[in-house]
DNA sequence: TGATGAATTGAAGACTTCTTCAAGTTGTTA
DNA sequence: TAACAACTTGAAGAAGTCTTCAATTCATCA
């Protein structure tokens, strides 16, 4: 029965893999969002938009409840939070990485080698 | 100058989102591990390996260096594991969710509803 | 009821990423 | 130096994901 763990591991993050749909994620985490907000605060079109909602519907990681005219999107009760936390602080990790290497790099060449 | 902070988030979730990169990043959190190691356990072809861990290196999130005659991959000092756990929370999470919603559809067609 | 606004869907082509194959490095051993 | 082992690389087709467009649904308002 059922899929690997590290399968399901390596969909989730591809699940994550868009920056539109880490936006969302980052702006649901201030609270339940109508669509019309989503979109006045992500350049994207609408129907753009939809399709990645989508995603993260199908994924489970967000809900949406129609209120009338206008659609809410929420998180799906997970803490999102924590692992964009950790996401970042292993991004300033890398970066920071990078930038040393960069550094290096320019000494490198300043003293011709 | 530079990426967005949400796009160097959704290109750091991509690289995560394959199995094979996932496993490498799992045993390499037991300690640096030499390709061969790697190729034994986990059911991969040599040059596929090889591509998967370019991706990582290329990322800066693994290092190798070889010693003589074989390559050692190690963590490049990032707190990996602490991201694996987190999403294996969230995975928990939405899993289970997913198997009461089953159970919950189950239910009503018991009642044939 | 017909028109409008808000959001979603399906489908098609553009674009990326995966896998695989053959060829290439690098370092060791005969 | 030739042969070998351990990995890596480049390239090409297969497979998957993105964006966009036109069409659709759903609920309100005139």
Redesign the interface.
Known sequence: MSV???????????M????V???VL?LLQLGPTPVRDLLAAIDVEPSNLSQQLAVLRR???VTATRDSTTVVYAL?????A???R??????T???L??EELLAELRDADARSE
């Open positions: 690997p763990l590290y399968q399901a591991k390596a969909e989730f993050f591809r994550l893999g868009h920056p749909r880490i936006r980052e994924a489970g990681i799906a009760g997970t803490d999102v924590d692992l964009m950790t996401a970042r602080r292993i991004l990790d890398l970066l990485g990078q």
